[in-house]
């Protein structure tokens, strides 16, 4: 769940979590039982929470944090009350770092090979070739083996999450009286990874690698949906619970910032944002409407400006290109009005001010 304190139920009624940051971790209970002595637990085989090393996982593959993950889902299904309706969340660690695949898909993706990453026009390589730098840190500069290891480890962790889905999803007709008629299921995930694209790792930053993330929706026939739909408006987390509410026939709170997405999905032409604002603390606001994309960073006042439909990996910013002037002109009217009466002072009404203390809780 990834939440904090991880005991709190937030509402559920059962909850079992793997967070590596507390002691109490029913996945780590799970490996004391079941792991050889000195297996070291998830994090034996050397491998840290944001590292870009990687290799095969160290344990057998049915002690892997997604396969056991599976197994609890599977064993609550069984053991679940039939004559009521069901709410479930499964969440994994994957593809989140430690890039610990198990071997077969670690292999996978080395014998194939792996895109290599966007490097943009304007992306700085750190110095000294990356050299010395922290292995969880921020800033990569990676090359051959190093490379193609972290890419590789990071698809097939992706390839194995897949794999362990549909072991889930195909057992689901024969589960405790779990109808797909009358199931819908969601996919979608909290934040990418820069995976050496413009030479950062990690997340937090405004880019596609980072903020891209899927979302895939999947109904039962009665909806009537069409198959196999694309929507093209800008969507982003919050609407996932308006919509979930929505199709669960609960009321949707006046105080939820998100939509339903059920009326696009109908084909319907409901009023919809022009775009989404995407702020990390400290760092940038940003603003996409998933055709163009405008970056203000908060400390200095530089920005950034992408078009995305002629160049989705971001590699040639044209901020500062004359004849976009206009086209930055109006998104930073945008943001100048998204910003307005925010406590830290990022707009006076007429421009964005940089420099603006961050503190962690604004008032």
């Known amino acids: 769940m990834h939440v904090t304190p991880p005991e709190k139920p937030f509402g559920f009624e059962k909850l079992v979590f793997c967070d590596h940051r507390y002691a109490h971790d029913h996945y780590d209970e799970f490996l004391k039982r079941n792991m050889p002595e000195g297996g070291g637990g998830y994090w034996g085989g050397g491998v ?10 160290h344990l057998p593959e049915e002690l892997h944090n997604t396969n056991w993950t599976i197994h609890e889902a599977q064993q609550f299904l069984q ?13 994994f660690v994957a593809a989140h770092p430690p890039l610990v695949p198990p071997a077969f898909y670690m292999d996978r993706y080395i014998r194939t090979g792996v895109p290599n990453p966007a490097i943009g026009d304007w992306a700085v390589p750190p110095p000294n070739g ?3 730098l922290n292995i969880g840190g921020q800033a990569v500069d990676l090359k051959g083996e190093a490379l193609l ?8 962790l992706i390839n194995h999450l897949d794999d362990q889905i549909h072991r889930l999803l195909y057992w689901l007709p024969m589960a405790n009286n779990i109808q797909p008629r009358d199931t819908v299921t969601v996919y979608t995930s909290d934040h990418g990874e820069m995976l050496g694209d413009h030479y950062m790792w990690r997340k937090s930053v405004p880019y596609q690698g980072s903020v891209r993330i899927p979302f895939l929706m999947s109904f039962p026939h009665r909806y009537e949906f069409p198959r196999g739909q694309v929507l093209e408006q800008p969507v982003c987390l919050e609407d996932l619970m308006p919509t979930l509410l929505e199709t669960a026939g609960a009321p949707i709170p006046d105080s939820v910032e998100g939509r339903s997405l059920l009326p696009l999905l109908r084909g319907d032409t409901p009023e919809w944002r022009d775009f989404i604002h995407i702020e990390r ?3 940038h606001h940003t603003l996409t409407d998933g055709r163009e994309k405008y970056i203000w960073f908060t400390k200095d006042g530089r920005e950034q400006f992408f078009r995305l439909t002629d160049d989705p990996t971001e590699c040639h910013d044209l901020a500062p290109e004359p004849g976009e002037a206009d086209r930055i002109a109006a998104w930073r009217s945008r943001l100048i009005e998204q910003l307005e009466g925010r406590p830290e002072g990022f707009t006076d009404g007429k421009y964005l001010i940089p420099g603006r203390p961050y503190p962690d809780s604004a008032p």
Request: glycine letters at 18%; aromatic letters at 14%.
């Open 130 to 132: 990356g050299i010395g």
């Open 79 to 91: 053991r679940r009350d039939t004559s009521r309706p069901l709410f479930m969340v499964v969440s």
């Open 281 to 283: 603390g400290g760092q």
């Open 149 to 156: 290891s972290a890419r590789a480890g990071y698809y097939g």
């Open 48 to 57: 840290g929470h944001n590292d870009w090393t990687a290799r095969p996982f």
